[in-house]
């Protein structure tokens, strides 16, 4: 294990106190919460002075100094992560500003900088794309004032595009501005339009020439008004047991899944040119109760 990365100064104090009791010196890291809007859906936002996230400025000053002469923590890391989904890459320049100008204050030699994630994907078309150029730029601009190695975490940026969920249409239940296409996956399997009001493309597994007059609203069907994952016009007129598809479900998708609802969660299959792995079987009622 490389470090720990601390949240807070009691959770510092645990470690130390652990670490004492074993007779060993553990390496840690401090998460720092820079004060930054990354510019992204509030419920994924880290790194503003009123999320939950690191310690302000004058806590982590308060922290490097008292860990200069502690015997059971090496402090290693500054760390930080200012949300996710970030598309802008302005946000990551202020970030690095607040990291250097606290890097100066502390005149402390940080062997490692964690500057996170975020990095966004299109979910939606013509979504704006992160400019990485830029990011790597001003990173290339921070790392001339500071002699540190940089750990990432692009979990996102890397597999976000790279699942879809196969789903087929339960029901179509016209009312009289919409329809509902009650779909057989739910909040349960794709949490994340449920949690954060996120929007992911939904696709026709087959096409054809007509258009619904109505709106689709997509939903699934679990009581839960917020169980629902798009709403769209003009979309490809639909028949019961009709196959879609919804779209970049790679990050977050399987792990927000749950049983809610006591509902069995689907099989999980890998595409690989010609070849087909199936990574989890499908659940079966007996499988959970």
Known sequence: MLLINSESESEIKIIEKIAKKKNVVVNIGIRLNPNTD???????????KENKFGVDEKTFLKLVSILRTSKNIKLK?????????????????????AVDKIINKAKFNFEYIDL??????????????????????????????????????PGRSIIGNTAILISR????????????????????????PALYGAKHQILPAFKNKKKSKKS????????????????????????????I??????????????????????????????????????????DII
């Open 77 to 97: 890391c500054l760390s930080v992560h200012i949300g996710s989904q970030i598309t802008d890459h302005k946000p990551y320049e202020k970030m690095l500003k």
């Open 116 to 153: 996170g994630g975020g990095m966004g994907i299109s979910y939606e078309k013509n979504q704006k794309k992160l400019n990485y150029k830029k990011y790597k730029s001003a990173i290339e601009k921070f790392l001339r004032r500071n002699n540190s190695k940089l750990i990432f975490e």
């Open 216 to 243: 689709y609203e997509f939903v699934g069907p679990i009581c839960e008004t917020t169980d629902k994952f798009l709403s769209v016009s003009n979309f490809n007129k639909l028949k019961e047991r009709d196959l």
């Open 38 to 48: 990354a510019n992204t859906l509030k419920q994924i936002s880290t790194g503003k």
């Open 169 to 192: 249409v339960i029901y179509l239940k016209e009312s009289s501005k919409k329809i509902f296409v009650i779909l057989d996956a739910g909040m349960n399997d794709m949490m994340r």
């Open 245 to 286: 598809f919804i779209s970049d479900v790679g990050a977050y998708g399987s792990s927000l899944s749950s049983n809610y609802n006591i509902r069995p969660k689907p099989s999980e299959i890998l595409i690989n040119k010609s070849k087909v792995t199936i990574l989890k079987k499908r659940q079966k009622l007996e």
